[in-house]
């Protein structure tokens, strides 16, 4: 498995270099920014990432989260704060239950992390699998960036070191982004003939929440395909009772 921290927009150079130092700490190297408004070569993010320099040096500088994602077979989300039932992009698991689901996958996952001053808008947590949100207290529940890419790659250096080697090894392939991706497609297109619900808003969120439901189940490759057959088949016979019925 492996785990790519990005970072979108980051805002201040101190913590850029923590950031790259708490990487260094739990064994984790990728380091992506998205659009940052400071430099990773900036002298005082250097000297806060400590002996953890070079991943500040080999960070890869994209302009979008999209172009981020190339590659990615897993994309998860950190938000400040949980929403609502009817905003699914904001409907987030806990750090420790992300970490233990994390270890049945075997492909490349995306951690993002917003700006310092906003977050993840709702346009961006869309492109993502599932979020994660680390419990704080209501006095103040928005924690420092760097704080919070800690604690999640604690929690995922935590659950490695209680599996073996075998264990870690010894799973069924995940299913890819691109897999899941044409699933979620073809349950659109079924909805679309289907003509459900009439509201076309609606539709969309009923296709956004299967999304979220493949993405937080880490579903096999071999489960996902079986999405496809029944799906197809029955998107094509309701096309040809629409026909004949025309």
């Not at 250097?46 to 077979?73: S, Y």
């Not at 995306?110 to 709702?122: K, Q």
């Not at 799973?171 to 073809?186: C, H, I, Q």
Request: with cysteine; hydrophobic share 40%; proline share 5%.
């Amino acid at each position: 498995m492996e785990i790519k921290v990005i970072l979108v927009e980051p805002e201040y150079t101190i913590n850029l270099g923590a950031i790259a130092r708490v990487m260094k700490n739990f064994g984790v190297k990728d380091l992506i920014l998205v659009n940052p408004k400071v430099s990773p070569n900036n002298e005082i993010a250097r000297k806060f990432a400590v002996h953890a320099v070079e991943i500040l040096e080999n960070a890869q500088i994209v302009e979008t989260l999209e172009e981020a994602l190339n590659g990615t077979d897993l994309a998860i989300g950190t938000s400040g704060l949980a929403g609502e039932d009817y905003i699914p992009e904001r409907t987030p698991i806990n750090p420790e239950e992300f970490a233990k689901r994390l270890f049945l996958y075997d492909g490349s996952v995306g951690i993002v992390f917003g700006r310092e001053s906003r977050g993840l808008d709702n346009k961006e947590l869309k492109m993502l699998d599932f979020t994660v949100t680390i419990p704080t207290s209501q006095e103040y529940p928005v924690m420092n960036l760097s704080h919070a890419v800690g604690i999640i790659l604690y929690e995922i250096y935590k659950q490695r070191l209680k599996l073996s080697p075998p264990e870690i090894k010894d799973k069924l392939r995940k299913s890819t982004r691109d897999e899941r991706e044409r699933a979620v497609n073809l349950w659109a297109r079924f909805l679309d003939v289907l003509q459900y619900p009439k509201d076309l808003e609606k539709r969309k969120f009923y296709v956004l929440m299967f999304k979220r439901f493949l993405g937080r189940g880490f579903i096999y490759a071999k489960e996902v395909h079986s999405i496809y057959g029944p799906l197809r088949k029955a998107t094509e016979i309701l096309e040809r009772c629409k026909n004949d019925n025309d």
